[in-house]
């Protein structure tokens, strides 16, 4: 089973950037859509972005404009780019396919506070 690793994530002030990396070693990584998931603390796990093998992307409307998905297939890796963040964008990150192919990483926590 493929167990994806994501990294990246810290204590951001707001208005600040960071980049998350996910590694799904041992997939067929180029044919799947990647997404990006979140989960708050007492929350559901919600997608945030998500980009097809061919490249189009798709966010949901409480990043758009300020997270990028970006993808490496050769390096079975996903990003992403999170910029001018918000308190409300403190969560654990995940990534995992569309269809929830793979077994559910560690994930690595993202916290926008002052």
């Known amino acids: 089973q493929v167990q994806p690793v994501e990294s990246g994530g810290g204590l951001v002030q707001p208005g600040g950037s960071l980049r998350l990396s996910c590694v799904a070693s041992?997939?067929?990584?180029?044919?799947?859509?990647m997404v990006w998931y979140r989960q708050a603390a007492g929350q559901h796990r919600d997608r945030v972005a998500w980009?097809?093998?061919?490249?189009?992307?798709g966010y949901a409307e409480s990043v758009k404009g300020r997270f990028i998905i970006s993808r490496d297939d050769a390096q079975n890796t996903v990003y992403l780019q999170m910029n001018s963040l918000k308190p409300e964008d403190t969560a654990t990150y995940y990534c995992?396919?569309?269809?929830?192919?793979?077994?559910w990483g560690q994930g690595t926590q993202v916290t926008v506070s002052s």
């Open positions: 041992g997939a067929t990584f180029s044919s799947f859509t």
């Open positions: 980009m097809h093998s061919e490249g189009a992307t």
């Open positions: 995992n396919s569309l269809g929830i192919a793979f077994v």
